[in-house]
């Protein structure tokens, strides 16, 4: 079986552009898997499952082609292959400012319910308000939100104008409900949205 996991070498190049993007090398785990007479490396990203498999084989007059499978896609793609080991690994390397902007959103999103005081483990009392100071911190982290929406997911005009209604009822709503009660609108909002999106072409 021929080994075909990337040198040492090639792994302190990816560990250097982790660092590089802002991300840590300790989020990320390598695995062995066994292709077809092959044995090759499969990085993932451990808090979102994201991955990256570097897998190697012959072509017909015996030279190596590189070609991989990831998630998740790079420019609408989630496959290809190249004649060499470097081409291979620039490509996992534009797979991770991917993975990097998804990890990013996800801590927004854990950020703007943490505001709503609703990921603390504690029980919610239906009747309580929030507080004056924690409605502000709150609208402020959705318009960070939306902010980092707007800058990342190539909208249209229209696209922009939807997105901004939707935070601004989600950012009204906090006035008169409960934090329970707004999780269950922003939740629902959240929602549709992704929804809409996910129906687009991807962007990146």
Known sequence: M??????RDERNRLFMKIQEIG?????????????????????????????FEFH?????????????????????????????????????????????TE??????WSTVAAEA?????DPVDDERSFTPAARQALKEKLADFEAF?????????????SVHRRFENASE???????????SVFRGLMTSALMAWASCAPVL
């Open 117 to 121: 005081g609703l990921v603390t483990g």
């Open 23 to 51: 991300l840590t090398p300790a989020q990320f785990v390598w695995s062995a898997k066994i292709q077809p007479n092959a044995l090759c490396d499969t990085l993932t990203h451990q808090s979102t499952r994201y991955f």
């Open 2 to 7: 021929k080994d075909f996991r990337l040198t």
């Open 149 to 161: 929406i707007v800058r990342t997911q190539q909208l249209t005009p229209d696209e922009a104008g």
């Open 56 to 100: 190697v084989s012959r072509a017909p007059d015996g030279t190596p082609v590189y070609h991989s499978h990831w998630s998740p896609p790079v420019a609408s793609l989630v496959t290809a292959e190249w004649r060499s080991r470097g081409e291979q690994i620039d490509c996992s390397s534009d797979w991770l400012r991917v993975v990097q």
């Open 103 to 108: 990890h990013e959103e996800l801590g927004l």
């Open 173 to 183: 709503s906090a006035d008169r409900l409960t934090p329970r009660d707004w999780l």
